[in-house]
């Protein structure tokens, strides 16, 4: 009941979102300046506070790095060698099939459901774990798009790698965070205070946005393999990164926190990449919805489970 009680809300705001969009009472165009304000504003305030006020040591549990990073690392490469000599795809169709059922969005759906569930310990481990989707997985998608393109452009171009890298607010969040909080100088009340109303509108924000722009449309064609998608992303993927978790010995609290990293849905950067590079819109935007849609039901699954 607790298990419910608590990760209840944090669907009902999504569905709300989705109800006020498809009913035409709040704008879908509102959708984007949430999400801007969500990611530049209050996910970076939640993540310094978070971290600024934590010792380096807490910070860097390479077994939880191993977990869900190995997880994602794992069921990437598999999917995309699958695509590659089993359908030969090509190497940039073969990267957004493995972004759709590997990239995760932590920040906006697994953060606010583990601060919900452990408060700042699990905001932790969400930051980590975007951290590493921003400082690792979408820099590696980049590379392998851009070399992709590398036959129409004769060259592979770094600018876009590292505008994505440098300017990633999460990844500015967490080491601005890292050294206030190797500084020693603590967290002032009124600075604490200020943080702290940011961060908070978070949750509500993030949450709303991916419901009103939450569309079904794109699931009409091809469902069946958009459902074998999204059934990689929201059971494999959590799978495989509940196995290494328990192979590794991972304590239970960050084992969960893994798990529900890997468990939720398909991240919107992963859309963006494959809108930038315009390679399988269609089916990333679909495995997008049909994740958000799906992992109502698997991520409580999944967390009654574990």
Known sequence: MHLVDTVFPILAVVVTGWLAGVTGYVPRALGASLTRFAYYVAMPALVFLTIGDETLRKLLDWRFLVAFGGGSLICFGVVMTIARLERGATLGTSTMLGAATSMTNTAFVALPVLKAL?????????????????ALMFPLLVILLEINRVTTSGKIQLKPLVRQIVGNPVILATAFGLAWSVSGLGMPKPMESFFTTLGDALTPCALFAIGLELTLGELRDKLSYYSLLTIVKLVITPLVTYLLSIAIGLNHELAVAAVVCAAVPTAKSAYILAVE????????????SMSTLLSMITLLAWLSII
């Not at 452990?118 to 930051?127: E, I, R, S, T």
């Not at 590079?277 to 997008?288: D, S």
């Open 277 to 288: 590079y315009e390679t399988e819109k269609t089916m990333v935007g679909a495995v997008i």
């Open 118 to 134: 452990y408060g700042k310990p699990g905001v932790l481990a969400a930051a980590v774990a975007t951290v590493f989707i921003g």
